[in-house]
């Protein structure tokens, strides 16, 4: 798969920039062409990479790339996820960027991915919601539902995670947020518990 740098950019379309809109334009109509699952992935893959370089922000606005980023959240293909994800944390520090994503329900979208079985997807995940915190965005990516899923990384043995996890909590996060995230985990666990005490071959009989 080909990875996009910055030198092949301009060797592909020049310093200058000419021709670059065109290149990336061939991109996106590819990607929105193509039938076939291992040329999306590797056409979004490369979008997502030119999502690094600021040089590229006006034309990927005028070819709607972070909308495409967005409407690939929502895809089946768990790679198509990874790579849109990629692509909004490659740019979202954009203040134009940041903007069009907030307008567009992206941190909703955002938030679902929390829950992906891919990795890589859940630390961009985590990543591109404190890239997008600002003080009007900041009560909805630090909903208690968010909250109590950072506590749960934040326990879990995956490094990488926790400690992304605990960089959220700490620096994003009220202490109150917190602990209305804890109370609300320690009576779950409570309840599961007292279930358990009162139907102990509930786990076996739904075996």
């Known amino acids: 798969m080909m990875f996009s740098t910055k030198d092949y950019l301009e060797k592909k379309t020049g310093p200058d920039g ?7 334009q061939s991109l996106v109509s590819e990607y929105q062409d193509t039938q076939d699952e291992d040329s999306k992935q590797q056409v979004l893959a490369n979008l997502a990479n030119f999502a690094y370089d600021p040089i590229n922000y ?7 790339v972070i909308d495409l980023f967005l409407d690939a959240l929502e895809e089946q293909d768990e790679k198509l996820v990874e790579f849109g994800l990629g692509g909004l944390c490659n740019c979202c520090l954009d203040e134009q960027n940041k903007d069009h994503i907030l307008k567009n329900d992206g941190v909703a979208m955002i938030i679902k991915c929390l829950s992906s079985s891919n990795e890589d997807t859940v630390l961009s995940a985590i990543t591109t919601l404190i890239y997008l915190v600002t003080p009007e965005s900041q009560s909805e990516i630090t909903a208690l539902p968010v909250v109590e899923c950072m506590l749960r990384f934040a326990a879990c043995p995956n490094s990488r995670l926790r400690n992304l996890a605990q960089i959220f909590l700490g620096d994003y996060c009220t202490e109150a947020q917190v602990q209305e995230a804890q109370d609300i985990q320690r009576q779950m666990m409570a309840h599961w518990n007292s279930d358990q005490i009162r139907n102990p071959d509930t ?4 075996g």
């Not at 000419?18 to 990336?24: A, H, K, N, P």
């Not at 006006?58 to 709607?64: C, K």
């Open 18 to 24: 000419v021709g670059r809109f065109s290149f990336l």
């Open 58 to 64: 006006d034309f990927m606005r005028q070819l709607n």
């Open 203 to 206: 786990s076996a009989e739904h």
